[in-house]
């Protein structure tokens, strides 16, 4: 972290090579603080053996090298990680670069974080699987954000929010479905996208 801070390349390139998945993390967000974060980095820490230094690469990957089909296609696969943190982080980052990614990439994306939707056993990656399906706002991830409107109320209060980026008859209906939520923060989410008063 300091060899971050003091633009130290070499030292944060051979916490990257150390057997501690916590400080190769440590040492990838280095590179990224002094510019020097490659995309061939991120691409070898997004497959590496440590879920500490996966995980790290997702999240970095959420705001650089967009548009990089293959960084894209390790986020995708990374969907499919044992680590849970690795997942919901990978969620986010195709969220976040959803813009850039290329038509059959976004497909395969929006597929598969529909079904973690529905199958991931983690509360926190199925909301990260909604909340990044509302990112995207393509309608072909709809039917996976209003059937997490049954969902824990952690999910079904990002659900409710997704349901903000798309358009319809559908997506409104579900608002309102909303609106009769036994979690009153479901409730207010919707009340405030339908522009209704407070219950």
Do not use: N
């Amino acid at each position: 972290m300091v060899a971050g801070h003091q633009g130290d390349e070499d030292a944060a390139r051979r916490s990257l090579r150390g057997a501690d998945d916590g400080t190769a993390a440590a040492g990838l967000g280095a590179l990224a603080r002094m510019g020097a974060l490659s995309a061939d980095d991120l691409a070898q820490a997004l497959v590496a053996a440590g879920p500490a230094l996966r995980r790290r690469a997702c999240e970095l990957a959420a705001s650089t090298w967009r548009g990089d089909e293959r960084l894209d296609a390790l986020l995708a696969r990374a969907l499919d990680d044992g680590e849970p943190l690795v997942v919901d982080a990978a969620c986010f980052a195709l969220g976040e670069r959803a813009e850039q990614l290329a038509p059959a990439l976004r497909r395969e994306a929006i597929e598969r974080l529909s079904a973690l939707t529905a199958t991931h056993k983690e509360a926190h990656v199925r909301e990260g699987a909604v909340a990044a399906l509302g990112a995207i706002g393509d309608p072909r991830g709809l039917p996976a954000v209003l059937a997490a409107l049954t969902d824990r109320p952690t999910v079904r209060r990002r659900a409710a929010v997704a349901l903000a980026a798309f358009d319809g008859e559908e997506a409104e209906a579900g608002l309102r479905r909303c609106l009769e939520d036994r979690d009153w923060q479901v409730r207010q989410v919707a009340e405030t996208l339908l522009d209704r008063p407070p219950s």
